[in-house]
């Protein structure tokens, strides 16, 4: 039952960041095609770090609790949920910390003038 709450969790978490994004701008609502490269850049490079691990036997489910749908051995669908949350959280704060250092910092916006 913990393995579904957790995944419940993520989902609602993801759900929030999504609102997060359209309340404020800050990800895909501000350039819908940028934002997808990078998350997608981002849950590729996490997937091959874990499936590297994986295979180097760093990495192993163990005996936690997963909901039993495995996408490859050691692989839980947990895991890529998990991993595009995370990706989703880093960018919207990155945006986020922008905004407030481009508010702040006068050089900053001379910056973003340029480009």
Same mark, same amino acid.
């Given at each position: 039952? #913990? ?11 993801? !759900? ?6 359209? =309340? ?28 590297? $691990?994986? $295979?180097? $036997?760093?990495?192993?489910? !163990? &005996?936690?609790? #997963?909901? !039993? ?12 949920? @998990? ?6 959280? *880093?960018?919207?704060? @990155?945006?986020?910390?922008? =905004?407030?250092?481009? #508010?702040?910092?006068? &050089? #900053?916006?001379? *910056?973003?003038?340029?480009?």
């Amino acid at each position: 039952m #913990t393995a579904v709450a957790y995944l419940a969790f993520l989902l609602v978490s993801l !759900g929030c960041m999504v609102l997060l994004d359209q =309340r404020l701008r800050l990800f895909f609502w501000q350039d819908a095609r940028r934002a997808a490269v990078v998350l997608a850049a981002g849950l590729v490079f996490f997937l091959a770090w874990d499936l590297s $691990g994986i $295979g180097l $036997g760093i990495f192993f489910r !163990g &005996h936690n609790e #997963t909901i !039993g749908i495995e996408l490859a051995p050691e692989l839980p669908l947990e895991e890529p949920i @998990f991993l595009v949350f995370l990706c989703y959280l *880093v960018m919207n704060l @990155f945006q986020l910390f922008r =905004r407030f250092l481009a #508010t702040r910092l006068p &050089h #900053t916006e001379k *910056v973003e003038e340029r480009s």
